[in-house]
């Protein structure tokens, strides 16, 4: 693709040079912003109620070209009438005007008519100045973390978004931009999803080879009668994890330590705890008292086990090495500390077979999208514990593999990295006219 003929400075430091022959708008004169509503939930009513009733939550993930028709619920013409809510027409872009989500910059493209609640905004085109496909792919371009109002939970407001500044081609231009935009990021979308689903099949691949090795199966045995582990290999024991270990409770955050002495330390919580591996990109620290310190702190070797969040992170385990000194874990992580220190390795693997994975997900309290599992029920956990020469022979085995499986994955994991970085660029060198999409289009 070429660049445009001729370009001139916008006069808008983000938008940099435009096509010669593009203008440059605030937003408040292409169209108009509006708050969503509240609405009592006896009002939101089934889902055969005339109108849509878009949340946070429905703009949530991914979705191909942005279009959005229905929601979870629904109100009538009649309530949004009486309570003076707005509804927004279709071709509106919808977005979350506070909190995290916020910080996503996620725009959805109204499909239908449609009421939003009101932590979200409304953006009505008028028809006269753009054409709402084009404007959705052009705000694609705003980063709200830039313009939010200051202070603990992100806001916007409609002064500060309705100020901001976008390049405006003619509207033959708009609709190429949009038509090769809608294509060409479905086609990087769908390179992403089948990536993402070849990660899933490794990780599950992964957690099999983890489950044939680790629990025995096709080695000579016998029935154990216990549900989670029905097999015992010749030679090996089956044991509850307390008798192997202690099971340490973490520090709540946010406990009030009066005018008790504290210092601020660092803490895993369960985002650090992956599958068999610890994520140290990120260490939040907590305000701690002196007294607490030793108590709460992680020794080498602990085996640190997810009390809950979703459903695939309930009973996740890594070892921890002592990368970070002293570090304390939050209570929603167990710290299992074997009696034999070399039992580490072997119980975080544990954690990664299928039979542990099961008897986690059936002994977790569940709510709708969470679940969580007591102290109680992790010292429950049956280990199946090989004689040690054998134990350390099938861990040096189950490392080599898992490392190709690993290392697979992380490569997909960065191919994927550089299709979003892709993406993102296309829909930057297009809206703003760093390329002329036309002849593209043109021939399609």
């Not at 990021?185 to 080879?209: H, M, P, Y």
């Not at 191919?415 to 993102?424: F, M, P, Q, T, V």
């Not at 060198?429 to 002329?436: E, K, N, Q, S, T």
């Amino acid at each position: 693709m070429k660049p445009y003929a001729s370009y001139k400075p916008s006069g808008v430091a983000w938008l940099g040079d435009v096509p010669s022959h593009w203008a440059s708008k605030r937003l408040k004169h292409i169209g108009q912003f509006r708050a969503g509503a509240g609405f009592p939930i006896e009002e939101q009513g089934q889902p055969d109620n005339s109108l849509p009733f878009f949340k946070v939550k429905d703009i949530d993930g991914s979705n191909q070209g942005g279009v959005i028709t229905t929601a979870d619920s629904t109100v009538s013409i009649e309530t949004a009438n009486r309570l003076g809510a707005k509804i927004f027409p279709k071709n509106s872009i919808v977005f979350a005007k506070v909190g995290a989500a916020l910080l996503l910059n996620r725009f959805r493209l109204l499909g239908v008519d449609a009421c939003v609640d009101n932590n979200m905004m409304g953006y009505m085109i008028n028809a006269d100045e753009a054409f709402p496909e084009f404007m959705y792919w052009a705000m694609q371009r705003i980063n709200f973390s830039e313009i939010v109002n200051p202070g603990t939970v992100p806001s916007l407001n409609e002064p500060l978004i309705s100020n901001l500044f976008m390049a405006i081609p003619p509207p033959d231009e708009q609709q190429a931009i949009a038509d090769y935009l809608d294509a060409e990021t479905a086609r990087i979308d769908t390179l992403v999803q089948e990536k993402e689903e070849l990660i899933g099949l490794l990780r599950e691949a992964r957690s099999n080879r983890i489950s044939e090795l680790i629990s025995g199966d096709g080695l000579p045995g016998s029935a154990t009668g216990n549900p989670w582990a029905p097999h015992l290999p010749e030679g090996w024991q089956l044991k509850r994890l307390k008798h192997l270990a202690q099971v340490r409770s973490g520090l709540a955050k946010g406990k009030d330590t009066g005018s008790n002495t504290t210092v601020e330390l660092p803490y895993l919580r369960v985002a650090n705890v992956q599958e068999g591996r610890l994520d140290l990109r990120e260490i939040s620290t907590m305000p701690v008292e002196v007294d607490a310190v030793e108590r709460f702190s992680l020794m080498e070797g602990d085996v640190l086990m997810n009390e809950g969040g979703d459903y695939d992170k309930v009973g996740r385990g890594a070892v921890w090495t002592g990368e970070i000194s002293p570090c304390l874990h939050q209570n929603h992580v167990f710290a299992v500390r074997p009696v034999q220190r070399d039992l580490s390795e072997w119980i975080s693997a544990i954690t990664q077979t299928q039979y542990a994975k099961f008897y986690f997900m059936n002994n977790a309290k569940q709510s709708t999208n969470l679940a969580s599992i007591s102290q109680a029920s992790v010292k429950e956990l049956p280990i199946l514990l090989p004689p040690k020469e054998q134990r350390d022979a099938l861990l040096e085995k189950l490392g080599g593999e898992l490392a190709a499986f690993d290392a697979l994955i992380t490569h997909t994991q960065e191919e994927i990295a550089l299709l979003k970085e892709l993406r993102a660029a296309t829909i930057a060198d297009a809206v703003l006219g760093r390329v002329d999409v036309r002849s593209l289009t043109q021939k399609q």
